[in-house]
């Protein structure tokens, strides 16, 4: 059993900062891949950042400048430090993770999705 749990998400204005987490737990041997995803009302999930154990990242370009993903491995923690929101970044952030676990198999894995509102 896997779980991903997020937290960090909330109402701000526009310019401001939030910063989001994401605790991976369960039956874990390793994580290679961990990463940010959002999905606005109407919209299609979308990718927003990810992070390989050995910190190499990749940001979609709407974010690139304003948003940093970091990891601690040890904690098994994915953060997203995001600073100068504006309205379109409200969305539902959903934390994910690929990962192989203690019985050796690979698999995606999702957490539950935390609200994001930029608004005046």
């Known amino acids: 059993q896997v779980q991903l749990v997020e937290s960090g998400g909330g109402l701000v204005q526009p310019g401001g900062s939030l910063r989001l987490s994401c605790a991976a737990s369960?039956?874990?041997?390793?994580?290679?891949?961990m990463g940010w995803y959002r999905q606005a009302p109407g919209k299609q999930r979308e990718l927003v950042a990810t992070?390989?154990?050995?910190?190499?990242?990749n940001y979609a370009d709407s974010v690139k400048g304003r948003f940093t993903i970091s990891r601690d491995n040890a904690k098994r923690t994915v953060y997203l430090q995001m600073s100068g929101l504006k309205p379109e970044d409200t969305a539902v952030y959903y934390c994910?993770?690929?990962?192989?676990?203690?019985?050796?198999?690979?698999?995606?894995?999702w957490g539950q999705g935390t609200q994001v509102t930029v608004s005046s």
């Open positions: 369960g039956s874990i041997l390793s994580i290679q891949l």
């Open positions: 992070i390989t154990s050995g910190g190499n990242t």
């Open positions: 994910n993770a690929f990962l192989t676990s203690t019985t050796m198999t690979w698999g995606t894995y």
